[in-house]
């Protein structure tokens, strides 16, 4: 087994209601509890940013179910590694809401004060989700 | 843009027939040259491992095509990574084909004399393609 | 002399019964401290996970009598170095007992919830043994 | 996208009058804010040390802006670099007025306990504008 | 004095004449020789990829009268080092005209086998220049 | 799976005849084989020096069969580790007689011309199976 | 001159009796303040672990004289090395009396709680008289 | 402009009578604040031990006054190096006198308890002068 | 004995006429030889470059000489390094005349085609020393 | 058992007779063939400078009989290191005598053209017994 990381962003489409992030969580968290996944979410209404660590086997098919969920698109893997120790391991699926991704930490590790994953390096967006995790607690 | 490569590995299903595999290529390589996508693909009948070099976006959305291929299954990703320089730039898609698939390469990077890329680190199937190349000419 | 270093784990088999625990540490801290080995056994009645450290011969001769012990089954080493300090050496076989591998431990350092060391690689079955020496009082 | 920093030097010419300063902060801060720009300047009535942090294209089309600007000249990068995360994200131009800009701070890292980073190497231009944030709150 | 190195990348304005590129080398060659400037141009009608080596003084003021040349537009930095020694010290403008800009270069270093830099990180720019160097006699 | 590396030494026994070598070897290749482990045999009539690469499981099934053959005692590991690639892929078990194990090889890399892996630590082990492998023809 | 530290360990013979190690404590203390050698002598009636510290060619002198004792015999030397600035320079010669050199400490660099120093490796010997140092008073 | 460290140690003279040395800080404190200077003096009436940071001209320049000034002979530089920050900022020339060389100080940097930078490496020195500053108020 | 390599320039002075430069060289190799310095010089009518190696009070002895020479002016060293083999041991003072110190050669290391070693870093002038070693037989 | 590498100086005594060297290699070879001691003397009729190889104790027994040895004093370790693999396996004591010691080897490593090791660093010395070895066949 490899123990592995993916961090991934996505863009809302016409299919995504406000409160689909709720059920979107709620699926989530059950599901990836089942397939032993952790990570967290990154959510501004417009981009996801997500982290998902577990098997590798796991990581991939939680990673392919996403994929097809027609509530996001222009999906981008930014970072993907075998590791030692999860990040998230508490966290069948944080989540950092809007209010969460101020301006601050945007800019910090971006080139714009918005929330805008896609144009990160890996390195940014893993150094920025762990920047969130340290800052803000988690819903 | 980020320069990336993808490594994956897969299994074909019921839907794939032998000659199909010419047929990949032959899309493989129009749309990868469409995509500046770089690359080597290598199949002994029951496995597929590709590496797939290029744009982050276009490795990705090629990444996404052959994800919802049903000519094969159980789809996981070895190794993703941003690059400084390509290592298959001269192939739109490379073919290592069963026979170049020989025992001795398969045992000096995996637990077996067969091709099974599943059971191998990233980096053994990283290293394994780059000694393929070194070794065997491209179809 | 070389300071060694074993990690590995193992499954119960049915020669196996609740009560072997007290025995299997009773003999253990018997004979370990006769051979100057020292380390740390975690248990969640279905799988071990030991690290075993003291000379190379010790280490292996201890290693040997365990294997050959028909109360589990399914060894495999994870870890074996030579090392120039030792990390249990105040025990003589400190004990993690079910309530100590608790889920947040096992998925931080693993693919699930469930103490599998099976599935872990040997850097991370020995940062996982390194957390729990700190968080968890042995008995 | 490639997030950068660029570190410059330049002089005041004959068009710069003190309250100048004022206006360049007020346009800087500005347009900066609009271009997702940050970073901080030092200025001593003689010369500017400035740092600006962003995307890679903003950083160039600021630096462009203002190489053309006729109230200073000899114009000297001594950084430029990808970067991962920003130094001065907090600020859109943080300033350390000739105040701040003290004979200690100025000679730990230069040849002279005046201002003068014509005479510096990028790397020591660097450590001082970290140092000068460490020490002395910005107007 | 700074060794120095910079690489940066333009784009023809209509300004720019077919001729123009004789005249630039020109030009580019007499300044150069008179500054002690080296370095490579790379140019495919559309793009310019250049690289300027010199004191530092002088790279950049090289680098301003660049900058204004309405000849082009568009004009980002990918690299800017201080060095120990040059790289195209025997040339004091090295021309790679678009007939060795083809497409096994630029793929292997760029997301296309068209050449555009400003799509390229700057270790990718350096090394591509490197491996022109290598391959290809400058006119 | 885990493709890993485990070398050991240990000394015949009064159980062990000549003509054993023969045997030990049809079966271990026969064995190997099977299993896809790969590897060297050293032996000089007293001691044995072998390295087993392969699946972490098998290579650990392997030992566990080899531990328990009463043709050799004093089974001493020296080395193991997580490996991307086999040293000895091209041998399901090569064999170094003797007649290999001359003094300037050993003395090289124990403390005696005689062959006695006991006395070598697990990177001397390691080094001496390489540079014998370079030098000499396996049977 | 170079700085320089020894390590040796050595033995008791007949000709020792308990209270030389007054004896020995005192003219190591005048001869090495002399000498201006510094170090720790570890003690427990059976073996000595020592570390002089000083110049080379009074390292080497000191060692010298200690080797030609009859008190003690299996003089090993365990590490010996070029500093730059020496660990005991407290100590004309510090000591560790058997009181000190308990069952943990032994343990923890060695392989057994008894304290034997010739089992043990450089590193391990240096690593062990620095924790010594650390924890323990000298008298 | 390169920022560099300079360590020399010499003698006194017959000329050097015990009030000189405060005449040498006088205008030592006095040329170096004008040449931008700093630095730390360590004098044992007999042994000088100076640590010179500056631009590298004005070091060298100081240092060829030093080297003529006939208060002091057979002077030996230790250490020459190009640095990014100084580490005597704070001094025009500090001044550790006799009373700071304790022999704790000494000894642990070099073979004597006595101040004889003479037989010390570059780097015994340069750590030296920094224990220096740390532990003792300059005059 | 501190093995050490120092590199520095200077400027002649009216005091040098042509024929100099053999005197120069006589004494130097007459004296080095004596000294056991050797070393490598460079001059070009106006800049002397010169490496000294030896021991390091001989080297700074020979360094003394050179600096009280008033057939050249303005010396400053580049570098000055404790060393354990030297570059030049074949010379007890290699030249290089004019001739050799071609543009190709100074451009490459510096910032003008002429040789002016003022305006090197300490690596650039070790880094062109050995270049002009490799290519040209001194005299 | 470690593997271990000593290497020491020492000068001739009155007791010393030219013919003694004879003496000293044949029962050195004879000795040290005994003790699987390897390396390398070098003797210019004043200094001896010996490299020993083997297992820790016979290093260290060998060394001690050496220390007696009334042929030679001022015996001064340079270097003593746990190594993995020999350098001068093939020779139980290499000789290399005045005419090899030549100048160019010796000015190369140390401060003098003639043989002295007393003046050089442990790691000049090991680097010219290796070059000696590469260059000069053994007696
Ligand atoms: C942005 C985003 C993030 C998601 N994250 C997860 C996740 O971490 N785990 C998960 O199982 N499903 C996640 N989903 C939901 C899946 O896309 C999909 O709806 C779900 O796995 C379907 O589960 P089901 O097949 O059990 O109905 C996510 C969806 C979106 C749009
Ligand atoms: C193993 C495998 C590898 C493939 N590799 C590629 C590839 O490198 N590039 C590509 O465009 N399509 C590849 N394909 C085909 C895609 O899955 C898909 O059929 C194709 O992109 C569809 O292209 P179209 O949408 O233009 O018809 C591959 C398919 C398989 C099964
Ligand atoms: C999971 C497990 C861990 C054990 N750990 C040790 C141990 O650390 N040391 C030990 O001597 N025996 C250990 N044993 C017991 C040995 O397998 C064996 O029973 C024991 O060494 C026999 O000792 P004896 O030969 O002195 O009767 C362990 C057994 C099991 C099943
Ligand atoms: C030392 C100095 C620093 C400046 N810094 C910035 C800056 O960080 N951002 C910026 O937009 N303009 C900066 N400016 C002003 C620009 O040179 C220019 O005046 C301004 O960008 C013009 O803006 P406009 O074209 O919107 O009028 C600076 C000017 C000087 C002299
Ligand atoms: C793509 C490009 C590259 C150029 N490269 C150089 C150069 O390397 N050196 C140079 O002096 N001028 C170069 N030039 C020309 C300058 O932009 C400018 O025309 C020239 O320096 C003006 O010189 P002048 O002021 O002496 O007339 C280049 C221009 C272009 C468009
Ligand atoms: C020194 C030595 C090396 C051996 N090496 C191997 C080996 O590499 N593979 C193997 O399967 N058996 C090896 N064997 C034989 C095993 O100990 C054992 O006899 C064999 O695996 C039994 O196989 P079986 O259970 O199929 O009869 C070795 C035995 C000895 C004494
Ligand atoms: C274990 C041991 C450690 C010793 N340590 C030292 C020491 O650190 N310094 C020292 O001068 N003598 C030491 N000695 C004593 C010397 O062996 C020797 O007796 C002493 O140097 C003789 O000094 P003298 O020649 O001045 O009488 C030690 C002896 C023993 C047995
Ligand atoms: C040990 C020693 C250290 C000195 N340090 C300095 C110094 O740091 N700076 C300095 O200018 N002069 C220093 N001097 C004094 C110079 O040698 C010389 O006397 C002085 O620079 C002469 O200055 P003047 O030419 O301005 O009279 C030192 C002298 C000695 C003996
Ligand atoms: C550029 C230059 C380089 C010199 N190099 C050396 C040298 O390497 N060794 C040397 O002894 N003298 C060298 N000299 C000469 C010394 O400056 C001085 O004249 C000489 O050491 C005086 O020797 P004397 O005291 O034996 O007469 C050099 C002089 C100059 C100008
Ligand atoms: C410079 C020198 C080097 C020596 N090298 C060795 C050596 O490598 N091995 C050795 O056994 N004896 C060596 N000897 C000889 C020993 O000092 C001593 O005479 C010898 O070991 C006595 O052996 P024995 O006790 O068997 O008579 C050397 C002697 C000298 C002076």
Redesign the pocket.
């Known amino acids: 087994m490899f123990l592995t990381r993916l961090v991934y962003t996505?863009s809302v489409t016409d299919n995504f209601s406000p409160n689909d992030i709720e059920n979107?969580l709620e699926?989530?968290r059950k599901?990836?509890q089942a397939?032993n996944?952790t990570?967290m979410?990154c959510f501004n209404r417009k981009f996801?940013l997500?982290c998902?660590e577990g098997s590798r086997s796991k990581v991939n098919e939680?990673y392919h179910?996403?994929l097809?969920?027609n509530?996001?698109q222009r999906i981008i893997m930014l970072d993907y590694k075998e590791i030692s120790a999860r990040n998230f391991s508490e966290w069948s699926?944080g989540y950092m809401p809007e209010s969460s991704l101020t301006s601050p930490v945007n800019i910090k590790f971006s080139g714009t004060p918005e929330f805008n994953p896609y144009e990160m390096s890996g390195e940014s967006a893993h150094l920025m989700m762990l920047a969130l995790k340290e800052t803000i607690p988690s819903i």
Do not use: E, K
Request: proline letters at 0%; a neutral charge; charged letters at 10%.
């Open positions: 996505s979107i699926i989530a599901n990836n397939n996944v990570g979410l996801f997500q998902l939680t179910s996403i097809n969920d509530r996001h699926m």
